[in-house]
């Protein structure tokens, strides 16, 4: 199946929308006071869940793309990245606003002292040059170092994992995370499938062409 | 107007639970549980904010042991609550409880003391007058609610039962029913819950022997029929729907510091000063108070009931957390 360009330009849109409504929804859940005895931590949950929600989505893109070989998929993959950094930020703000109530001291201290803030914190930074660097005109003047630079995205996983995981380890409530971690697993290990399946053509093909030359 | 003002000990425990209501809710509960379709999430809470099931249970007010805090309201108090035996979301416990059968219950005494007692929930409820107490609740994970408690100090039992010279600690014990409790299936926690407070703090005053909440009988979510408040200390240490409690000589094994030593200690007195390890103590958010435009409140030492520092003279409380 193609896409015809027009079409796809209205899928991205519904994906826009679609990517939107967790927003919304938590925006009518608190406005019509429907997020339970604790808003603010309701708030924060949901802000840190989809923002791994649509880190795995991201990440889900190139595999799909490889498996199906339908190569529109990858023109959803900004999108999705950048809803990553939009619902991370959200979760960022929480933690500014409902936690410190923008006490900047209280939160460097915090972030400083406590390791799985830190890690959170950390991933959070690493999304920024991702976020900036995803325009067109940055990828074309990065060249060859934008998809280096872009790996990045894979340390943001493992950082967020482990801040989800850190997070749930008082309560040893870990049926989320262990979910979350496996998808990832299994979509960062689809990369290296087929990085190695490309290096095993690349060598083949140039061993093939040695042959070719010696004979 | 007719204002009617609760007298002390005013309603007696023969009168809380009239026998028909105790037994009508018990074959509604049996319903449930024959009809797993109806025990869904849906009739759960329905079942846990029926009117009809909420047996009043008033006593005076004890304006010594209350604070002058605005009480959290019934809605929160019964729908944001830790109890993992129905699950660990804080949502959980009021739409699962609903399969607990807080009747008929009993309680065991025993361990070192001269007279063991095994007590039915409504002879426990005659033992001693019954009083209101607004204590305020402050939860490890820094939120915080106040609560009307209707209960007797723990030490009222204390003296029944006659501790040896060896009773150095007591151990309270929660039901494990995996019948009534869906949250047993998880191994969260080491089954079945276990709590326990040195003697003087259990003889304390203000420790309170609790059987109601809001003027009427503990709901299931909230620890029925019997549970234990601790108000100096966070909220875990409070052990709900108690079956048993035992004096012991060596300090008994409680669930949080078996499971989290390093979070979670033997006394957990609400402090500050002393951090967990993943946040910050010094702060709290009043549940129903506490909203987006307003930082969080200071906690007090001992959730602001100073009288209970001299049990711990000469203790370092950041060793002894």
């Known amino acids: ?215 | 107007m007719l204002i009617k003002i609760p007298r002390h000990n005013d309603v007696l425990a023969s009168e809380i639970t009239p026998r028909e209501i105790a037994i009508s809710r018990r074959a509604f509960l049996q319903g449930l549980a024959t009809a797993p379709l109806l025990a869904s999430a849906w009739s759960a809470p329905a079942l846990a904010n029926e009117p009809a099931s909420r047996l009043r249970l008033m006593a005076q007010r004890n304006a010594k042991y209350s604070v002058a805090d605005k009480a959290s309201s019934f809605t929160d108090a019964t729908t944001y609550n830790n109890f993992y035996e129905f699950g660990t979301d804080k949502g959980d416990p009021a739409l699962y409880a609903g399969s607990l059968k807080p009747r008929p219950w009993t309680i065991k005494i025993d361990g070192e003391v001269k007279k063991p007692l095994t007590l039915d929930i409504d002879a426990l409820l005659k033992l001693a007058p019954l009083e209101e107490r607004l204590y305020r609740l402050r939860c490890v994970e820094g939120w915080s609610m106040v609560i009307p408690w209707v209960g007797f100090p723990l030490s009222e039992l204390i003296k029944r039962v006659e501790p040896t010279g060896n009773a150095k600690y007591v151990e309270f014990t929660t039901l494990a029913d995996r019948a009534q409790m869906p949250g047993i299936r998880s191994r969260v926690l080491d089954w079945p819950y276990t709590e326990g407070l040195r003697m003087d703090e259990a003889a304390h005053p203000l420790t309170l022997l609790t059987v109601g909440m809001y003027g009427q009988v503990l709901p299931n979510q909230n620890g029925a029929p019997v549970r234990i408040i601790v108000p100096w200390k966070y909220g875990f240490k409070s052990a709900k729907s108690i079956v048993r409690i035992r004096f012991t000589e060596t300090q008994p094994k409680t669930s949080w510091n078996v499971a989290a030593p390093d979070e979670y200690g033997f006394f957990s007195n609400v402090n500050p000063e002393v951090d967990h390890p993943r946040w910050s103590q010094a702060t709290e958010r009043r549940i129903g108070e506490d909203g987006f435009f307003t930082k969080k409140r200071k906690t007090l030492m001992f959730n602001g009931y100073p009288e209970v520092a001299s049990l711990y003279t000469g203790m370092d409380l950041r060793k002894f957390y």
């Open chain 1, 1 to 215: 199946m193609r896409l015809h360009a027009a079409r796809l330009i209205y899928l991205k849109r519904a994906v826009f929308v679609v990517a939107l409504l967790p927003l919304l929804t938590y925006l009518w859940l608190t406005i019509n006071h429907a997020l339970g005895a604790n808003p603010i931590e309701a708030l924060t949950r949901a802000s840190g869940d989809w923002t791994l929600y649509f880190l795995c989505l991201a990440l889900a893109i190139t595999p799909l793309r490889r498996i199906t070989k339908q190569n529109w998929l990858q023109t959803l993959r900004r999108m999705l990245g950048l809803f990553v950094f939009f619902y991370s930020c959200l979760h960022l703000i929480t933690f500014i606003w409902f936690d410190h109530f923008f006490d900047m001291s209280e939160i460097v201290r915090d972030v400083w002292k406590r390791p799985f803030i830190t890690l959170g914190f950390t991933a959070f930074l690493l999304l920024i040059p991702l976020a900036i660097t995803s325009t067109n005109a940055m990828q074309r003047r990065l060249g060859r170092h934008w998809a280096h630079l872009h790996r990045l995205v894979y340390a943001v996983s493992i950082l967020a994992l482990l801040h989800f995981w850190w997070m749930r380890s008082g309560k040893q409530n870990f049926g989320e995370p262990l979910l979350l971690t496996v998808i990832v697993f299994i979509l960062l290990a689809a990369r290296v499938a087929s990085a190695s399946q490309r290096w095993i053509q690349a060598r083949t093909s140039l061993a093939d062409s040695r042959d070719a030359e010696s004979r």
